[in-house]
């Protein structure tokens, strides 16, 4: 859930740490009230962290985050999206954010079914609901598909039919809306 700030947090702590040793040693070197530069240099540290923090945070999400766009699964390179994008994707456009992303794909329906069986083989731990209770194969209505997908501008497939990744205890899984006539994937996924 705090993934996103973790690197951020600890490039600011250690660069505000290294200012404050490096002050500190300065007033050493120079013979200044080494207790008086310590204690200037905590406070100006602390008072820093949080909008050092939020910059580099800034600059990160604007590189990880966002519309990207990919020929095949091997480029996209995301532990958190390649455990619910199937191998077998081409053409691939991911609007990635901090707890999840969406995705637009091509496969095949054989693919898909294989990778979703395949998924839910290999799956471990409790599963929030099973597989029999998520209603695989039902057609997808426009409100549910204009929800997920809002924003993005894809054109609606023309008869999508709605799967599901196994569901977390934590809730993290995917729905992918197939439409077998054009073999196109949109698919919503989050994750903690």
């Known amino acids: ?6 690197v951020p947090f ?12 490096i002050v500190t040693l300065t007033a ?8 008086k530069a310590f204690l200037i240099a ?10 050092l923090c939020s910059g580099i945070m800034s600059i990160m999400d604007a590189k990880r985050f966002g519309v990207f766009s990919y020929d095949t699964y091997a480029e996209v390179k995301d532990f958190r999206i ?14 990635k954010f901090a707890m999840g992303h969406r995705a637009k794909y091509t496969i095949t329906e054989t693919e898909l079914r294989d990778y979703l069986d395949q998924l839910w ?16 194969d039902d057609a997808a209505t426009y409100d549910e598909f204009d929800y997920r997908f809002e924003g993005l501008n894809w054109p609606p497939l023309e008869k999508a039919f709605e799967f599901h ?3 977390q205890s934590d809730g993290g899984g995917a729905n992918y809306f197939f439409d077998p006539t054009s073999n196109t994937v949109y698919q919503h996924a989050g994750y903690w």
């Open 121 to 136: 083989l290999e799956a471990d731990g409790p599963f929030a609901i099973p597989r029999e209770e998520l209603d695989d």
């Open 1 to 6: 859930m705090l993934w996103p700030i973790v």
């Open 28 to 35: 050493v070197v120079f013979k200044w009230r080494v207790g």
């Open 82 to 95: 390649e455990r619910y994008l199937p191998t077998t994707a081409r053409d691939i456009t991911l609007d």
């Open 10 to 21: 600890k490039i600011a702590f250690w660069s505000l740490t290294g200012f404050v040793a």
């Open 165 to 167: 990744s196994p569901v």
């Open 42 to 51: 905590f406070v100006l540290a602390v008072v820093a962290f949080v909008p």
